[in-house]
């Protein structure tokens, strides 16, 4: 079973990712991306779906129009876990 971050942890992943914010009443991280338009956004989700099936580690995230929304957080442990922290990682460098 994968391990919830502890707050010291938390706080070192959140410090490398500068461009993620915490989600209020909810043990997670969250990142809005916008592209030029629609194609530009589907492509940036059809790399972020191979990715996450790579890691087997999946978004919560909605799309519209040129507008993506990634919401990153454990099923597994209910919370944050390093798995949010590598899939965060690999996104901000796509
Ligand atoms: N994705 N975000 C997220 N959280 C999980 O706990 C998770 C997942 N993808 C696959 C997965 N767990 C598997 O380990 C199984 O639980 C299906």
Redesign the pocket.
């Known amino acids: 079973m ?1 391990a919830r971050l502890t707050d010291a942890e938390r706080d070192a992943a959140l410090a490398e990712l500068p461009q993620w914010q915490t989600v209020d009443g909810k043990d997670a991280i969250r990142r809005a991306f916008r592209f030029k338009d629609f194609v530009e956004a589907w492509g940036f989700m059809a790399r972020v779906a191979l990715l ?1 099936e790579s890691q ?5 995230w909605s799309n519209v129009y040129n507008r993506v929304e990634i919401t ?6 209910k919370g944050l876990s390093a ?2 922290v590598k899939l965060a990682k690999a996104i901000d460098q796509l």
């Open positions: 994968i996450a087997d580690h999946h978004p919560e990153l957080t454990t099923h597994d442990c798995r949010d």
